[in-house]
């Protein structure tokens, strides 16, 4: 039999395959190095792309003017960054606050749990609260936390600062997309790519923000029929906690009963409060949350927990809350060009990257564009 000549790879493909691999570790380690620089950039596009979806929402339900629904989109966006920069501020720092009493308050429940624990494993002699303490330096945790806490703010406030020179520099976009694209095919076709990264990244924040609305109010009650302390803290970190992808479910299903058993005398608060959250997480992942999304997030999972590894190595606690919208927005963009669109492929759910033509005609059809400047605008163009 003879043998089937070997494959024949032209130098300039691999010439071709070394330069994207350069490219790629090199782009990787600029986003790396200036993460100080572009995470709060990508925390002000973010809450850009919240203010021009709760605008557009408030224009099509309330009936407000595009200038009142900016406004009025602006100012709640705002109003709700600050609002829960301050309650987990306040409410982590409460923690601490009482980590250097907790011997006095906490401390003999403490070491009923690690005697009944040791007793499950045969042992007679556990560590107590006071020997654990001991080993580790409170002070320098909390020395951590305030620097953490004061880093937070102040990335806060770099956010709001690009969040306004954004919101400037808006009315010049399309001038810019103008005298990119002079021809008119090719600017709608890059107006449709901004509007399918836009869709996107909407769709995942209004599926996150229901569902997570859904399970706080379901948690809420369940934590305030057992008589957790700190219920409405709690339910705030769930919601929170819900943009991220794999450790937010955990964070959300565990951390409440490990306070329960420290609060109650009696280990079966803590597992109801276990039993209920996990319920709760496992009806709203498996029968909720798939109907919502739809299109909105065709993202495989493998990929979703692989781009929160990435950007949570990258660019810390922001890049496990913007992982999945930087996903969803690289396999958008990925999909416009014949190159790349394979990569698409792979990032998809499905093998679709996106919407068919029909699907496409069918969301055109259900919002058509509103007669105005713009559109005129554009047909001038």
Known sequence: ???????????????????????????????????DILTPLAMAIFLLIMIGGMQRWLE?????SPRWAGSTAL??????FFA???????????????????SQRIGPRLDQILTDAWALFGQTEPPTVTELLSQLDLRSYIGQAAVQAQGVLTGSVFVLIYLAFL???QWGFRRKLVGMFPERKARNEAMEVFERVRGGVEGYLWVQTVTGLMICAAAWVLMRAVGLQNAEFWTFVIFVVGFIPVLGGAIAGLAPPLFALVQFESYWPALI????????????????QPRMQGDNQNIDPVVVLLSLAFWGKIWGVVGMFLSTPLAVMAMAILAEFRGSRWMAILLSGDGEPYADEEQKAVAARDNPPRPGRGSRAAEKG
């Open 75 to 80: 100012i709640l966006v705002i109003l709700g």
């Open 1 to 35: 039999m003879p043998m089937k000549p070997p494959t024949v790879i032209s130098s300039s493909t691999v010439s071709r395959n070394a330069l994207v691999v350069i490219a790629a570790v090199a782009g990787c380690w600029a986003v790396y190095w200036l993460r």
């Open 273 to 288: 409060l276990l039993g209920g959250l996990q319920a709760i997480l496992f009806i709203s992942g498996n029968m909720i």
């Open 167 to 169: 919101l400037a520099s």
């Open 84 to 102: 829960s920069v301050a309650f987990i501020l306040n409410g982590a720092l409460g923690f601490f606050g009482e980590a250097s009493g907790v």
């Open 60 to 64: 099509r339900h309330a009936r407000l």
